[in-house]
């Protein structure tokens, strides 16, 4: 199993103090930042776009960003995200009207791509682009709000995921977004997960660190 990456999502972070709350988030041991990108038409709120990805850059941050487009059309935003900064840019397949030719666009840009499976969305959209994926995140809360319970059907589903990328012999990370805790994350890493992305469970507390390291301990804990 690959190393296992903390993917704070800041969408639960403080808008108002966005820099500073991620250089607090990366100085507490977070391997990247999860970027969530929502349109008012796809899902039903309304976030940030390249410009804040642009700002966090010119703040100074050079971890990895993860943006995750939760938009319909995909294929304009992926030249203005790559543009911005993004380290992976991930889209769901029901948004592209050529799940192909967006993926092509993501990597001819520069960027690690990957497609996004909300609970219901079955795998099989990935059966035919593995050679052109980094990663495959599984939703395991319906899209749209942080603070969601994670869907407990999830862990079948990252064991089937699993499977398929162990079996294709490509080198794909398996995110899972939704719910993740402290004291579910064990469980999940144990069913195949290797980047985990965790909104309010971490921009909620009061000490980052402490859950960053809590979250380690339990992953190292259920690899043991
Ligand atoms: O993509 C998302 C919602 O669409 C968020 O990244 C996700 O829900 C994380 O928030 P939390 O950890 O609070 O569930």
Redesign the pocket.
Same mark, same amino acid.
Not at 141 to 148: E, I, L, M, R, S
């Given at each position: 199993m690959k190393e296992c990456l903390i993917a704070p999502?800041i969408?639960?972070a403080d808008f108002a103090r966005l820099g500073e709350e991620v250089d607090n988030v990366l100085a507490a041991g977070a391997d990247v930042v999860?970027f969530?990108v929502?349109d008012n038409h796809y899902?039903p709120?309304l976030t940030i776009g390249p410009m804040v990805c642009k700002a966090l850059r010119n703040h100074g941050v050079t971890a990895p960003i993860d943006v995750?487009l939760?938009v319909s059309p995909v294929d304009r935003m992926i030249a203005d995200f790559a543009e911005a900064g993004a380290t992976y840019i991930t889209f769901h397949p029901e948004a592209s009207d050529h799940i192909d030719r967006s993926l092509q666009l993501i990597k001819s840009a520069g960027c690690k791509a990957g497609l996004v499976f909300n609970p219901a969305t079955p795998l099989h959209y990935m059966d035919y682009v593995m050679d052109k994926l980094d990663v495959v995140l599984l939703?395991s809360?319906?899209?749209?709000? @942080? =603070?969601?319970s994670?869907i407990p059907a999830t862990l079948d589903k990252l064991r089937e995921a699993r499977k398929k990328i162990d079996e294709s012999g490509y080198d794909i990370r398996l995110e899972i977004? @939704? =719910?993740?805790?402290v004291d579910n994350i064990g469980e999940i890493y144990a069913a195949g997960a290797d980047m985990f992305?965790?909104?309010?469970?971490?921009f909620n507390a009061t000490d980052y660190k402490t859950v960053i390291d809590d979250m380690r301990a339990e992953i190292a804990k259920a690899g043991s």
């Open positions: 999502s969408l639960s999860h969530d929502m899902v709120n995750h939760m939703m809360v319906n899209p749209g709000f @942080g =603070g969601q994670f977004d @939704g =719910g993740v805790k992305v965790a909104g309010s469970a971490i």
